[in-house]
């Protein structure tokens, strides 16, 4: 029996340039941080006792004889490109729900290779496991999207991570104080909008769109550079909530669906009750509303979004890792 638990993430700057259409012409790059939610993926031996070969539970559960027959993409495709003929009952639980903008797919196919490996007896690299999901979830099943997700859940972490158009992708640990990511955690809430949909139409909107973006996607980019400087600098923390407001505001540009009214009054009335900036997690349309405010605004904030649920989270440190493992 083997366990991997694997990150969630949150992504403060830089999304979209993480795209290959655009960082292998422009470069990208992206400031982001694993949360202390995960998703866990068990792998256990499946003996011959039972007619099929193979079993996975996750919102629904699948007995399969080859791993080909298995619906879920994800599974199936790891499975495949692994080629991993022994039987094997995967099962999926997590923190927060899926299709919410924090990574989820993600950290699921670094889990779900993560822990193969082990069951394997091999331990694979971080650049690994981001590596072979890129080439799972982009590649093999087709899902639209950039790269940051796959190495933040590899990694862990607050990374900087760089996108070149002809050299390998760079993941940098900025050497932050941990009292100034402290400080930065105490300012942050998360709010859970009630949706979970995938957000594939509005990554192909965007892929769709990347020429006309390109203004605002090289400005998103240099914010990440703004945004390191406020976090390495000392300058007031106030000065990062304002940068969110104006990423956000870009943001909304890039796509048709990266906003609606509720999220539109939900993040208007939070700013009325004294939040600086924040920004929708993930490609937009649904998910967490990620919002900075000082601890003297927080009260005020929480009250005009009362009817949402708050999530209580906080930075880690590590990427996917296996915190259980018994011989058969």
Known sequence: MIIARTPFRISF??????????????????????INKYCYIS?????????????ASYSRTESVLKPEEFQHPLIRETLLMLNHQEGVEIAHVADLPGQTGLGSSSAFTVGLLNALYAFRGQRAAPEDLAQQAIQIERERVGDAGGWQDQYEAAYGGFRRINFYKDRPVQVLNLGIPA????????????????TESSSEKILQDQKKRAGENEKALLTMMQMVDHAESILSDGVPLTEFGDL??????????????????????????????????????????RGFLLLYAEPGKRAAVRDVLKELNEVSFGFSTEGSRIIFQASE
């Open 13 to 34: 700057f830089g999304g979209g340039t993480d795209f290959p259409a655009f960082f292998r012409q422009h470069g990208g790059a992206v400031l982001a941080s694993t």
């Open 43 to 55: 792998v256990h031996h499946l003996t011959t006792f039972f007619k099929h070969r193979f079993r």
């Open 179 to 194: 009292g100034r990511l402290q400080e930065l955690e105490n300012n942050l809430l998360l709010f859970y909008m009630g």
């Open 244 to 285: 969110l407001n104006e990423s956000w505001r870009l943001k909304r540009s890039l796509a048709a669906g990266v906003s609606n009214s509720q999220i539109d009054q939900a993040y208007e009335a939070a700013r009325a009750a004294g939040a600086r900036g924040g920004k929708l997690l993930g490609a937009g349309g």
